[in-house]
């Protein structure tokens, strides 16, 4: 049977769901859950849900009854093929959200939210992400969403976070990075992109990781 995309009522119904009392207050909302699938999407490690599952719940959920249960683990399951049918396409990639910070350290943004869900993913299947040859290349590249992700302290994410106009043409850079990323990991060499020039930085070694569940 040919994949069936998420439509709008089921986003919503998925959205509200991990959004509810009905899950774990560290439960991942809707746009970290989508920042972490689409990290393991990148990952050239296929991962299984029985892995997945766990770190987006963080607990089991409160379900009212089984066919919640299914209808929510099949929205999830469907959302993650979105990803990667989105991701092997050559139209671009979407993030679910405006790009823009948080106005206060103490409020995360959408983006700031995805991109942590994102780096989550990451650190999850790090060994895969940091493969000798591509390892410079990928720190590279994921430095507009470390910048995002507010996880890091490192000296260049700091100076670049400093400076609002840095800040934003870094973020701005995010849907397209996710792109290259994809390239550098899941494709053959001779479609893989030139890294950008930008400061050199490692998700390796000093890494603050705070997890930001429901809003």
């Known amino acids: 049977m040919a994949h069936q995309p998420l439509d709008d009522l089921e986003l919503e119904t998925l959205e509200n769901f991990l959004d509810s009392d009905q899950v774990h207050e560290e439960?991942?909302?809707?746009?970290?859950?989508?920042?972490?699938?689409?990290?393991?999407s990148i990952c050239p490690t296929p991962i299984t849900e029985d892995k997945w599952l766990p770190v987006i719940f963080e607990d089991t959920p409160t379900f009212e009854n089984e066919k919640q249960e299914k209808q929510i683990l099949q929205y999830l399951s469907r959302l993650f093929v979105d990803i990667q049918k989105e991701l092997e396409s050559e139209e671009g990639f979407l993030i679910p959200c405006e790009l823009e910070m948080g106005?206060?350290?103490?409020?995360?943004?959408?983006?700031?939210?995805?991109?942590?869900?994102?780096?989550?993913?990451?650190?999850?299947?790090?060994?895969?992400?940091f493969e000798?040859?591509?390892e410079e290349v990928v720190a590279e590249?994921?430095?507009?969403?470390?910048?995002?992700?507010?996880?890091?302290?490192?000296?260049?994410?700091?100076?670049?976070?400093?400076?609002?106009k840095l800040t934003n043409s870094c973020i701005a850079q995010i849907p397209e990075v996710v792109t290259d990323l994809f390239l550098v990991l899941r494709t053959e060499p001779?479609?893989?992109?030139?890294?950008?020039?930008?400061?050199?930085?490692?998700?390796?070694?000093?890494?603050?990781?705070?997890?930001?569940?429901?809003?």
């Open 132 to 134: 000798s040859e591509k």
């Open 190 to 215: 001779e479609k893989r992109p030139f890294p950008k020039a930008q400061p050199k930085a490692k998700t390796q070694g000093n890494k603050n990781k705070k997890k930001g569940g429901k809003r």
């Open 141 to 164: 590249l994921l430095l507009p969403i470390m910048v995002a992700s507010d996880l890091f302290d490192d000296e260049e994410v700091v100076q670049i976070r400093e400076s609002e």
């Open 103 to 129: 106005s206060s350290p103490e409020e995360l943004s959408e983006l700031q939210e995805w991109a942590t869900g994102f780096m989550e993913g990451v650190f999850m299947t790090e060994n895969q992400w």
């Open 27 to 40: 439960c991942q909302n809707f746009v970290m859950a989508h920042g972490f699938l689409t990290a393991l």
